[in-house]
């Protein structure tokens, strides 16, 4: 249980930095608390998609890895943030990520920071 939320609050930090430093990718939201509560709902809901989408699309789309010679993990990561952002739209949530190429950068600053706060967060399995 303490792995999924140090996961959790380290997949809102890295969300939270993508926020942060890419005008195009927004939570909106009133109240100080009501954006906390939002981002860390993302988290989980990023979380999620991570865990079921992703290895269905890595699997399927193994050749491409192979030809890019891994590259296509940029991708893959956009796609996920897109889908993210999709699925707040649907469950309102403020988090929105506009266009592909926004995503790719916020994916790619996602995936740093997550791995970043990983190393230093405790983890114990």
């Known amino acids: ?9 380290a997949n809102a930090g890295a969300l939270g930095v993508a926020i942060w430093l890419i005008k195009d990718i927004t939570l909106s939201g009133g109240s100080t608390t009501r954006k906390v509560l939002s981002l860390i709902l993302v ?54 990520v506009h266009g592909f190429w926004i995503a790719v950068l916020g994916g790619l600053i996602v995936s740093v920071v997550s791995w970043a706060l990983h190393v230093v967060l405790p983890d114990d399995e």
């Open 43 to 96: 988290a989980l809901l990023f979380g999620v998609v991570n865990w079921l989408v992703k290895p269905v699309v890595q699997v399927l789309s193994f050749p491409l890895f192979i030809l890019t010679l891994g590259l296509i993990t940029l991708v893959v990561n956009a796609l996920m943030l897109l889908l993210t952002s999709w699925l707040a739209g649907k469950l309102d949530l403020d988090f929105h």
């Open 1 to 9: 249980m303490k792995n999924f939320i140090v996961k959790t609050l």
